[in-house]
T-cell receptor
Framework: DAGITQSPRYKITETGRQVTLMCHQT?????MFWYRQDLGHGLRLIYY???????DKGEVPDGYVVSRSKTENFPLTLESATRSQTSVYFC???????????FGQGTRLTVV | AQKITQTQPGMFVQEKEAVTLDCTYD???????LFWYKQPSSGEMIFLIY??????QNATEGRYSLNFQKARKSANLVISASQLGDSAMYFC??????????FGKGNQVVVIP
């Protein structure tokens, strides 16, 4: 299906485990983003990417790692999950700077 | 540093009335874009409207319009003729030349019949 998809939609993991959230888009958009959404904080940018093999830190990058070896994929890895990383994670993509970003459905991650 | 500010508390608006959602931003970049998104209770993020920093006219998309006041660094969203389906959280966002897309904390709107 065309669009941007995130997997899994829901994930429960234990403190200290590594977990990877997947994001895949079919439009060949250059730009991709990862956000976390927490009550009272809106959406906070974790990492973003302007093209394959180009990534940069956002507002809250600590504890997260990204890669972008292919244009269509932008996985987010929590190296050692902590309870403070319990959140809803959104991936987004956009074609150009002056066009809207399209969002995935979100991944609800719970760290216990 | 917070670059997008949305400070209004939750708002109740009567059906069919207009509502204005405030957004102020901070940037030293002459080229930037401003976006509004809607997030209903189902959770998806829906793009509403875009305004470029060089655009001479205020953006409009159906019942949505953006009141862009560049000198005041203000980009307020106006929703005309509110409908029950407009009940949602609304986010203002800014895209700078560095390609970051940063969001404000959002405004909650509840439309009452």
């Amino acid at each position: 299906d065309a669009g941007i998809t995130q997997s899994p939609r829901y994930k429960i993991t234990e403190t200290g485990r590594q977990v990877t959230l997947m994001c895949h888009q079919t439009w060949s958009h250059s730009y991709m983003f990862w956000y976390r959404q927490d009550l009272g904080h809106g959406l906070r940018l974790i990492y973003y990417s302007a093209a394959a093999d180009i990534t940069d830190k956002g507002e809250v990058p600590d504890g997260y790692v990204v890669s972008r070896s292919k244009t269509e994929n932008f996985p987010l890895t929590l190296e050692s999950a902590t309870r403070s990383q319990t959140s809803v994670y959104f991936c987004a993509s956009s074609a150009r700077q002056n066009t809207e970003a399209f969002f995935g459905q979100g991944t609800r991650l719970t760290v216990v | 540093a917070q670059k997008i500010t949305q400070t209004q508390p939750g708002m109740f608006v009567q059906e069919k009335e207009a509502v204005t959602l405030d957004c102020t931003y901070d940037t030293s970049d002459p080229s930037y874009g401003l976006f509004w998104y809607k997030q209903p209770s189902s959770g998806e993020m829906i793009f509403l409207i875009y305004q470029g920093s060089y655009d001479q006219q205020n953006a409009t998309e159906g019942r949505y319009s953006l009141n862009f006041q560049k000198a005041r660094k203000s980009a307020n969203l106006v929703i005309s003729a509110s409908q029950l389906g407009d009940s949602a959280m609304y986010f203002c966002a800014m895209r700078e030349a560095a390609n970051r897309l940063a969001f404000g904390k959002g405004n909650q709107v509840v439309v009452i019949p």
